[in-house]
């Protein structure tokens, strides 16, 4: 361990960047989707021709819901039929509800300046407003609605296509091994490592991966990896790519042996002499005449493969079945009183309300006819008083599906004022109710989300358990919200992120429980859109994931998207560019 060159301070500045990487939450940049647009149908403002349409796009902030322009498709001269060429491309998040606003105009030839103002000139011609989920979410990715926004007067139709960027997509695999790497310690030789960062728009580096410690040689053989061809470079393949190596040390003060840059257009060549990198120590190199390098470092192997993406198999016609239960025990407090969790508020939603509402406004895009079957577990049912946990929340035992999300907050109203909260607290039966329609469709068609909304004391912790590592080999994922104050440490370990649940000594095969609790969420200004909104966010991130984990681990492959679509009496001959 050199400590000679440089001092303490160097070397934990450079290690600052090192200690803090987790490479499971290496943030991987986002999905980019591409955006078609064609409408049908338009109205004709023209007198003596048809109009010549454009379409503008808005987004909408999460925080402020101001509408901002994102970008525009050219203008199309004389049709009422228009394919726009332009194409949007915007980043993808599950998790985030993201609004659009599609406005069109006819464009006056005369105006003179469209950069300025697309209204005043131009005649308005209708305008749809929807999300990227219901896009993406809808048949092949395909949706088409009526334009509005002119009272009295039909608009024509939009029709909106989504396609993953392919880049997306790439997973590459690579073996490095270096030569001749510098000497760091006085006993015994370097423990080499190497860390790789992609370069950002603003010339900052992020960190993507780092490789093991290879002990004690100088000629380390590290193993391959695979990494998304996204986290490496964003899908630019001349963006730099730096490398810097390590010698590692216990304390964590690993020593910077040097460092070279490459770009994933030249890893993509393969073992090549181009391939072969010089590592380079700056500080040496100034100090040393006769300096050459610190060793070199060669890319022994280099593939890439196509990973199926959650939004794969979503195209392909995979549907999300969503399922609500809701926690009926007595510990949340008399419905009737202010101090209720479940407190029927008549001017604001209560927490279990507005937790159910957040993160199903959001997996309804997902669900093609918006029927979710709802379930209360911990009361006493009228007439007899049994105790239930499962019950229909629209009291209809043959049929507990409620229309959309608003159904769903009807029939939980319509349940606080005909059961009796009571108790023990059980889990399992609502996760073994779902666990059997998951194991009913295994082969990809169906994934099955089960929102639990409860206070947190459970009282069935070791059936639970095994109810969730059974669900683990099922099409399901869990998400458990916590209302109040109580202490969730249970709702913690069943959430499996630090250590895997098991039960009876087997492991659950694949994490498939989010917990979250409702008060970290509620923000003081009581600003609860965008606290909802980060709530959704965070349960719903891990979901694509679980997903495609659940279809690797299957050998599912996701069905091909039907073929694209040619709105009707449309043949290509016509089209005006």
């Keep these: 361990m050199e ?42 403002k023209d007198t003596f021709s048809k109009s010549d349409p454009l379409c503008v796009l808005y987004t909408q902030g999460i925080e402020t819901k101001q509408w901002r322009e994102f970008g525009r498709t050219e203008v199309i001269d004389n049709t009422l039929n228009p394919d726009f060429v332009r194409k949007y491309i915007l980043d993808y998040f599950f998790e985030e509800k993201q609004n659009l606003r599609f406005d069109l105009y006819d464009v006056d030839s005369k105006s003179p300046d469209l950069s300025k103002h697309p209204t005043e000139f131009n005649d308005f011609l209708g ?65 080499p490592f190497m860390v790789f960062y992609r370069s950002n728009e603003d010339g900052t580096f992020t960190i993507c991966h780092k490789t093991e410690v290879v002990k004690n040689t100088l000629n380390p053989v590290w193993q391959p990896f695979t990494i998304p061809v996204r986290a490496l470079c964003n899908g630019d393949y001349d963006r730099t790519i730096k490398v810097e190596v390590y010698d590692w040390d216990r304390d964590g003060s690993h020593d910077f042996i040097g460092d070279f840059t490459t770009s994933y257009r030249e890893l993509a060549r393969g073992q090549s002499q181009f391939n072969v990198y010089e590592v380079i120590n700056t500080k040496k190199k100034l100090k040393k005449k006769k300096y050459v390098n610190s060793g070199t470092v060669t890319l022994l192997s280099f593939s890439v493969e196509s990973e199926f993406t959650f939004l ?16 009926f025990t007595a510990s949340n407090g008399n419905p009737s009183q202010s101090t ?118 459970i009282s069935d912790m070791a059936q639970t358990k095994e109810a969730i590592v059974n669900g683990a080999k099922l099409p399901m994922s869990i998400i458990i919200v916590g209302v109040g104050q109580a202490e969730f ?18 492991l659950a095969e694949r994490d498939i429980v989010q917990f979250v609790p409702f008060r970290d ?39 091909p998207a039907p073929p694209p679509y040619t709105p009707p009496g449309h043949t290509h001959h016509h089209t005006q560019i």
């Design 127 to 191: 305008q749809m407003v929807c999300t990227l989920g219901e896009i993406v979410g809808s048949p092949a990715s395909r949706l088409e609605k009526p334009l509005g926004g002119i009272p009295g007067k039909k608009c024509g139709t939009i029709i909106l296509s989504a396609e993953e960027l392919s880049n997306c997509r790439d997973s590459a695999t690579m073996q490095f091994c270096a030569n001749k790497l510098d000497k760091k310690d006085f006993f015994g030789k370097s423990d």
């Design 489 to 506: 440490d249970a709702m913690v370990e069943l959430d499996g992120d630090d250590i895997r649940v098991s039960s009876r000594g087997k």
């Design 340 to 457: 209720s969790l479940h407190y029927m508020n008549p001017y604001q939603l209560n927490a279990y309300a507005m937790a159910l509402k957040a993160v199903g406004e959001i997996i309804q895009d997902y669900d093609s006819d918006k029927m979710f079957p709802a379930l209360g577990f911990g009361a006493k049912l009228p007439p007899d008083g049994r105790v239930s946990h499962e019950f229909p929340l629209n009291g209809n035992m043959e049929n507990p599906y409620c229309n959309g999300i608003e159904g769903i907050l009807e029939a939980y109203h319509r349940s606080l004022r005909t059961v009796q909260l009571y108790g023990p607290t059980n889990f399992a039966p609502v996760v073994n109710h779902v666990a059997r329609y998951a194991a009913a469709v295994q082969d990809g068609s169906q994934y099955f989300v089960l929102l639990i909304i409860t206070d947190g004391v």
């Design 312 to 327: 794969d198999y979503i195209k392909g016609g995979t549907q999300i079945n969503f399922t609500v239960a809701i926690d």
């Design 521 to 559: 969420y509620m923000d003081r200004t009581g600003n609860h859109v965008l606290s909802m909104a980060r709530l959704a966010k965070d349960v719903l991130a891990e979901i694509p994931d679980q997903f495609i984990s659940y279809m690797k681990s299957r050998g599912i492959k996701p069905n």
């Design 3 to 44: 400590m000679m060159e440089g001092g303490v301070m160097e070397k934990l500045e450079d290690m600052s960047s090192v200690y803090d990487f987790d490479p499971i939450t290496g943030n991987i940049p986002a999905t980019k989707v591409e955006i078609t647009v064609s409408c049908r149908n338009l109205l004709d």
